[in-house]
């Protein structure tokens, strides 16, 4: 069928190469050298470095590829981790919000070096510093009873001219 | 009778590819590639290379390129166009590097072996396949592959064009233009007399 085809588009195209094709003889090839041929092949490929091993083949297929795996599980896990530590930090840095940084200061007051604490509100604005948790402490909510008690408590540690403005 | 055959090839096909991509069968992959392909690919690269010696060398040079890359074939070629496709490229790199060779040769003023030569064809029995080859030298490289693969080993433009990857329509232009060059060659050589 083929045949057909191309003979009939040279015998159009190029009569006098049609009639060569039947006539042409396919030049000599030297005795049994297709039969040596696989085994000159072989011998060139193990000087060639083993192409047909199947160690060193397997080594070339796979050492890219364990490479490329291991590179991917190594930056996955510096990834996570920064991802994790990261997160960890800002989520702490975020739950501490400023007011219950605050709360917290009120509540153990007594624990905090007065030094620290000047530092603290030194960072503030005067008002919020001297009424920063206005709402929760505030003057207003303080009865005569609370103030009295706490004036007789720390009477004696007043000077004269302290408690004179005082009053 | 044909699709029988192609079925059967296609069979063998399939079976060196997975030989092929097996690592601990790769050497039986091999023969059997031997055995099927290593004779076609000879005469298509004899064909192109003129001399055995010449096409000794290029088919093992296709057959090395063919084990080292077989891993990444992923068979959306068939395998013989694959294979003609390397085959032909080897060919055509080696023409291009001996015509370096010659034209130095030729413009260190060394022309007597192209006399030589043609004096060796007329002595030669056979003078067709010899003149042939001669008029197939002087064709650029496209036409050279396309008028090997369509005159001598009768592949369809369908199957040139897998093999080169080039359009059909391009291809028959090209070897409408290769048979006129050959022809007139061998006119001129005197081998229609």
């Not at chain 1, 050298?33 to 490929?45: A, G, P, Q, S, V």
């Amino acid at each position: 069928m083929k045949n057909e085809e191309l003979h009939k588009e040279l015998k159009e195209h190029a009569p006098n190469l049609a009639q060569l094709r039947e006539k042409i003889s396919r030049p000599v090839v030297p005795d049994s050298y297709f039969l040596n041929l696989e085994e000159d092949m072989l011998r060139r490929l193990s000087e060639k470095g083993g192409l047909l091993t199947p160690k060193s083949s397997v080594k070339v297929r796979l050492y890219p590829l364990l490479g490329r795996v291991a590179a991917a599980v190594v930056v996955a896990g510096v990834a996570t981790w920064l991802y994790f530590s990261w997160t960890a930090e800002e989520k702490s840095k975020a739950s501490l919000a400023n007011l219950d940084v605050e709360a917290y200061i009120f509540q153990h007051l007594d624990e905090f070096d007065e030094d620290l604490l000047l530092e603290y509100t030194s960072d503030l604005p005067f008002e919020e510093a001297a009424f920063h948790s206005e709402s929760e402490t505030s003057w207003e909510t303080v009865s005569d009873e609370e103030l009295n008690e706490y004036l007789e408590d720390v009477i004696d540690e007043i000077d004269e001219t302290t408690l004179e403005n005082l009053l | 009778m044909d699709r029988s055959k192609n079925q059967r090839e296609a069979a063998v096909d399939q079976r060196i590819l997975h030989l092929l991509q097996e690592e601990r069968d790769l050497d039986k992959g091999f023969k059997l590639l031997m055995e099927q392909y290593s004779e076609r690919l000879y005469w298509h690269i004899r064909s192109l290379v003129k001399t055995h010696e010449n096409a000794d060398d290029v088919l093992q040079n296709t057959l090395i390129k063919v084990l080292k890359s077989i891993a990444g074939f992923k068979g959306r070629a068939k395998l013989y166009t694959w294979l003609y496709r390397i085959a032909t490229n080897e060919a055509l790199t080696f023409l291009k590097k001996e015509q370096r060779c010659h034209t130095e040769e030729l413009e260190g003023g060394n022309i007597d072996h192209l006399y030589g030569l043609r004096a060796e064809l007329s002595l030669d029995g056979d003078r067709a396949w010899n003149l042939l080859q001669q008029a197939i030298s002087t064709l650029p490289d496209k036409q050279k592959a396309v008028f090997v693969l369509r005159y001598f080993e009768e592949l369809s433009y369908r199957e040139i064009s897998d093999i080169l990857g080039t359009s059909e329509g391009g291809l028959k232009a090209s070897f409408h233009h290769a048979i006129k060059k050959v022809e007139k060659y061998l006119r001129e050589a005197g081998a229609f007399i």
